[in-house]
């Protein structure tokens, strides 16, 4: 695993640590960054706030070498950060 696939990992391993989980819904535009637990902790971004989410997730997972789903939950720190 090079440096850069490690630093996504851990990102991405701190929000599931944290009880947090990224839906994407791309028939809708939509991500929603919530709390497994408490219902209203948590994010929604839609239209323009969720492609520039899902893009900047694109390419972190691209340019780290790891799935998809690992760049979408690396990206969501910064917002589980600010609960």
Not at 14 to 37: A, L, P, T
Not at 46 to 72: I, S
């Amino acid at each position: 695993m090079n440096k850069l696939a490690k630093i996504v990992t851990e990102m991405a391993e701190y929000v599931e640590r944290s009880g947090f989980s990224v839906d994407y819904d791309s028939s809708m535009g939509q991500v929603h960054i919530r709390h497994m637990d408490l219902e209203d902790e948590g994010f929604f971004l839609e239209h323009d706030e969720a492609e520039q989410f899902t893009e900047e997730a694109q390419r972190m997972a691209f340019e780290a070498d790891v799935d998809y789903e690992v760049g979408l939950l690396a990206q969501a720190k910064q917002y589980v950060d600010c609960i």
